[in-house]
């Protein structure tokens, strides 16, 4: 499709400057795909399944099936929402892309989870800057049929919409849990290390750096330290925080966050690739019969 997403300005967030679209609310134009886009689609879900074998967690591929999502062609955004409306009551919407965080949280809190409406092209096959119809639908939307993952979602909402009456401080360490939990996050499962990040499990290079490179830190859950630590968006993450369970994010939603707010305000950020005394550590462990990159 050679439509181009408006652009209508540029944010600047700790992320740096960010395209920010139109907030507007677009019907999925599925019908005017093109081959080329559906390709693109099979492409990238063929290759990331193969490499998620073994690396991303239970929920994640088991979702995709009940969603019915394969390679053959994009999946209908209402053919989704059936199922996710007899579920967690989860909606997806169609969007141009990045919303300004106020638009973005109170979607969430009202568990509507925007999904751009255009594929990349591609050559932007391998990396691509912005999140496209491919990161959302094929990394977050499986886990939004996770009970207890749909809730922190939507609690995660919430406290967006409270976190942007509070400070931009608070924005921004509220914006750091989503991007080491919801985004690059590792989860414990049967004593292995898997991924649920959607930001990785989206990305060819990272859902293996992730998991085999002995260059990260991969350090258990601590809300407070994850909400002090930076992070890139230009590499691979220096990084990975490791729940034990979805149920572990959802308590930790539970108390409220102001005065942990108040709490970080007096205290510097640490470097994203910072390692602390007090963090516990996580081996990465060997994980049986991965799809090496060769295989890939
Ligand atoms: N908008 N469409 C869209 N998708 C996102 O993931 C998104 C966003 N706007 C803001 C945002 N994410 C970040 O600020 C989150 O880290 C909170
Ligand atoms: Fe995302």
Redesign the pocket.
């Known amino acids: 499709m050679s439509v181009e997403p408006r652009r209508i300005e540029n944010q600047l ?1 700790d992320k740096g400057f960010v395209p ?1 679209y139109t907030t507007a609310i677009i019907e999925q134009p599925w019908d005017s795909y093109t081959e080329q886009d559906h390709a693109t689609w099979s492409t990238l879900f063929k290759r990331q399944r193969e490499i998620l074998k073994g690396r991303a967690c239970a929920e994640f591929i088991d979702n995709q099936e009940r969603f019915g999502m394969a390679a053959g062609q994009i999946p209908r955004f209402e053919e989704i929402n059936a199922l996710l409306a007899k579920t967690t009551g989860w909606q997806l919407i169609g ?1 141009e ?5 106020l ?3 109170e979607h969430l809190a009202n568990r509507r989870f ?1 999904v ?1 409406w255009w594929i990349r092209r591609p050559e932007q096959i391998d990396y691509i800057a912005e ?1 496209d119809m491919f990161h ?1 639908l094929f990394g ?1 939307v499986p886990l939004l049929l996770n009970p207890v993952f749909a809730d922190y979602m939507a609690a995660y909402g919430r406290g ?1 919409v409270k976190a942007h009456g509070v400070s931009a401080e608070a924005l921004v360490n ?2 750091r849990l ?2 080491y939990t ?2 690059f996050g590792l989860i414990r499962q049967d004593g292995a290390l898997r991924i649920y990040g959607s930001g990785i499990v989206s990305s060819k290079g990272e859902s293996i750096h992730c998991l085999e490179s002995d260059a990260p830190n991969r350090i258990g859950f601590d809300i407070k330290r994850i909400m002090r630590t930076r992070y890139r968006i230009d590499t691979f993450q220096k990084t990975y925080f490791v729940i034990d369970s979805f149920e572990q994010l959802m308590e930790a939603t539970r108390p409220d966050f102001v005065p942990i707010y108040a709490e970080l305000a007096t205290q510097p950020a640490y470097p994203a690739a910072a390692v602390l005394e007090t963090d516990t550590l996580i081996h990465r462990g060997s994980g049986e019969g991965w799809a090496t990159d060769a295989d890939a």
């Open positions: 967030t920010v969007v892309g990045l919303l300004p965080e638009d973005f949280f925007p751009t999140p959302d977050h967006g509220l914006t989503y991007w919801v985004e």
